[in-house]
Structures are given as structure tokens and as C-alpha cells.
């Protein structure tokens, strides 16, 4: 079964840029959806098909999908973005089926 | 605007079974198929399967086969989604989304706010 690798947490200044990795065998091969979970709430969409942003995301939020490696970059990252983020794949391998990478905690310093 | 309102907090017995609908408004029902999502205590997000509006067809992650059914009503844009023989390691976040479309390949843009089933003894 096809497996996404997330570091467990992320940390960055105000200000700068934060990158969140996803990892998998050959994941530029598939589309990478990314989800922003703020504590006690939802999953939002932030990223769709590796670097499309649905209307209302801010441009500060992109990605990018090559090799083995996923990457959401969150540039000017503010104190409203900390939160958990997911990347998501369709694994059309096997068994048909969504797969979550295990999540990013990213904190604002 | 696009809702899609769940079921309030359930608290059930080990071997029982929940039932949790997503009521969805805003768009037209039977466009878009529905995905459910569950997320334990601290954990992260864990797909449970896909029904679709259009045609009821279902797809279900393997792990919960023989478990759970997905249903829809399209008079009141209702999907459904029942987990049978729960155990306490179902206790969970348990959240409907939508897909972009009528394909179950396709992201999700609209998410239930969630509904706590909690299985204790």
C-alpha cells in the first residue's frame, strides 16, 4: 500500500518561509492535495493538484511535486497559519483508495 | 454557499452501531460524490470511503469492509454513513467532505464541521 511520510513538526519566524515535505515512492508521478487544520476545526483545502490554490487561499500558500518529494512552501508565514497540514494522494495502485500523509504540526515561533 | 451540516455527538457502547448523516446544501446534491474522513483523539486524518450522489456506488477503505455502509437520500441531500460493531478504537472525529465532482478521484473542497462518536463501555 502506498505510504506518505510527513515530518511530525515544523517550526519558522514570523516572516519568513516554511516548507512542509511529502514523501513518496515516485509522488511526482501522482497529484498532491494539501489540507490546513487549525485545532478543533475542519480540514480546509490549500493546495489541489500539486500547486493550484482554490479561490481564497492566500498567494503566500503554493507547491510544487517531483521525484519522491511533495513540497507545500508557505511564504511570509504569519501567526494565523500555524496548524496541522496534510498531504493527500489517490492510490490508484491497489485498492483504489485515498491515502493522508500523518501531518505536519507547523508552528509560528 | 455550500454546507454541509452533520450529526451531533454520539456516545455508543462497544459492539453497537452509529449512524451519521451530512446534510448538504448550496449546490446541486447529486454532482459531487461525498468522502468520510475520520480522525482519532491526537491522530491524523484516516479515509473511510466514498459514495457517489449521482449513483449510490460506494468504495470503502479495506480495513473498515464489512463495517461500514454509505448511503444516500437525494430528497433531502442527505449522506449517511453507518459503522457497525464499533470498538473503542472507533472513537474518532468522523467528517463528510466533498469532492470536486462526481468522481472519486477528485479533492476535497467542502467539509462537515465534524461529529464526536466516542465508544466506551
Known amino acids: 500500500s502506498y505510504v506518505l511520510t510527513q515530518p511530525p513538526s515544523v517550526s519558522v519566524a514570523p516572516g519568513k518561509t516554511a516548507r512542509i515535505t511529502c514523501g513518496g515512492n515516485n509522488i511526482g508521478s501522482k497529484s498532491v492535495h494539501w489540507y490546513q487544520q487549525k485545532p478543533g476545526q475542519a480540514p480546509v483545502l490549500v493546495i489541489y493538484y500539486d500547486s493550484d490554490r482554490p479561490s481564497g487561499i492566500p498567494e503566500r500558500f503554493s507547491g510544487s511535486n517531483s521525484g519522491n518529494t511533495a513540497t507545500l512552501t508557505i511564504s511570509r508565514v504569519e501567526a494565523g497559519d500555524e496548524a496541522d497540514y496534510y498531504c493527500?494522494?489517490?492510490?490508484?495502485?491497489?485498492?483504489?483508495?485515498?491515502?493522508f500523509g500523518g501531518g505536519t504540526k507547523l508552528t509560528v515561533l | 454557499q455550500v454546507q454541509l451540516v452533520q450529526s451531533g455527538a454520539e456516545v455508543k457502547k462497544p459492539g453497537a452501531s452509529v449512524k451519521v448523516s451530512c446534510k448538504a446544501s448550496g449546490y446541486t446534491f447529486t454532482s459531487y460524490g461525498i468522502s468520510w474522513v475520520r480522525q482519532a483523539p491526537g491522530q491524523g486524518l484516516e479515509w473511510m470511503g466514498w459514495i457517489s450522489a449521482y449513483n449510490g456506488n460506494t468504495n470503502y477503505a479495506q480495513k473498515l469492509q464489512g463495517r461500514v455502509t454509505m448511503t444516500t437520500d437525494t430528497s433531502t441531500s442527505t449522506a449517511y454513513m453507518e459503522l457497525r460493531s464499533l470498538r473503542s478504537d472507533d472513537t474518532a472525529v468522523y467528517y463528510c467532505?466533498?469532492?470536486?465532482?462526481?468522481?472519486?478521484?477528485?479533492?476535497?473542497?467542502?467539509w462537515g464541521q465534524g461529529t464526536l462518536v466516542t465508544v466506551s463501555s
Open positions: 467532505a466533498r469532492g470536486r465532482g462526481t468522481e472519486q478521484q477528485l479533492p476535497f473542497d467542502y
Open positions: 493527500q494522494v489517490w492510490d490508484s495502485s491497489s485498492d483504489h483508495r485515498w491515502v
